[in-house]
């Protein structure tokens, strides 16, 4: 059963900040990584797919990687602002089936 | 741009009771799927179909049945209700690439179910 494991499970940082979220997950044989951002008892909003064939995924401020051998995705958020503040959740597909398995998710504040 | 439809957004129910979840997927996608968020959990899948059609099925009680229609709706229906079933329950929608590759799953706003 595929494991996903996300650390800090929660972290602040003063606003202007970088972040870096870190995803781990048990079994390499995934199709491709998501990662999402859900804010208080709202919806799943996707940021980026990595496909399991690349490294890295960049949209505005954000920038993802993947390193599939090791199991691992890292998020950076350039220049955190409060509006970053939310939960980022890692999710992979596994080969074979369509489900993703979520991480607990990392909870950010940025301090104004 | 059109997003995912989930009503209602809020139930209430009784223990023992029965709701019915409605999705409505992006228009064009054809593979919804159903995921279940307890309080301070991470989303767990439920159930998901591909071109009407059962393609996985995760941890979804034998008290939930759902299937999707012929114009792409979705519908999760759950029974005998407990007061575990209290939940936001997520419905998600992806097209299949013509040629392959993963697909962008993309998810409603959820149904916030309260079982009492």
């Known amino acids: 059963k595929q494991e996903v494991t996300q650390i800090p499970a929660a972290l602040s940082v003063p606003e202007g900040e970088n972040l870096v979220l870190n995803c781990s997950f048990t079994d390499s044989a995934i199709y491709n990584l998501q990662w999402f951002r859900q804010d208080p008892g709202k919806g799943l909003t996707s940021l980026l797919l990595i496909q399991s064939s690349q490294r890295e995924q960049t949209s505005g401020r954000l920038n993802a990687s993947l390193d599939k051998s090791s199991g691992r995705s890292t998020l950076y958020i350039a220049a955190s602002q409060p509006g970053d503040s939310a939960t980022y959740l890692c999710a992979v597909r596994h080969h074979g089936n369509n489900r993703l398995a979520f991480g607990k998710g990392n909870q950010v504040v940025v301090i104004p | 741009a059109a997003g995912v439809i989930q009503s209602p957004r809020h139930l209430i129910k009784e223990k023992r009771e029965t709701a019915t979840l409605k999705c409505y997927p992006i228009?064009?996608?054809?593979?919804v799927y159903w995921y279940q968020q307890g309080p301070g959990q991470d989303p767990q899948f439920l159930i998901s179909?591909?071109?009407?059609?059962?393609?996985d099925k995760g941890s979804i009680p034998d008290r939930f049945s759902a299937q999707q229609f012929s114009d792409y709706h979705s519908e999760l229906n759950m029974s005998s209700l407990e007061l575990g079933d209290s939940a936001l329950y997520f419905c998600?929608?992806?097209?299949?690439?013509?040629?392959?590759?993963?697909?962008?799953?993309?998810f409603g706003p959820g149904t916030r179910l309260t079982v009492l």
């Open positions: 179909f591909y071109e009407k059609m059962q393609s």
């Open positions: 998600a929608s992806s097209l299949v690439p013509r040629g392959g590759g993963g697909n962008e799953q993309f």
């Open positions: 228009p064009r996608h054809d593979t």
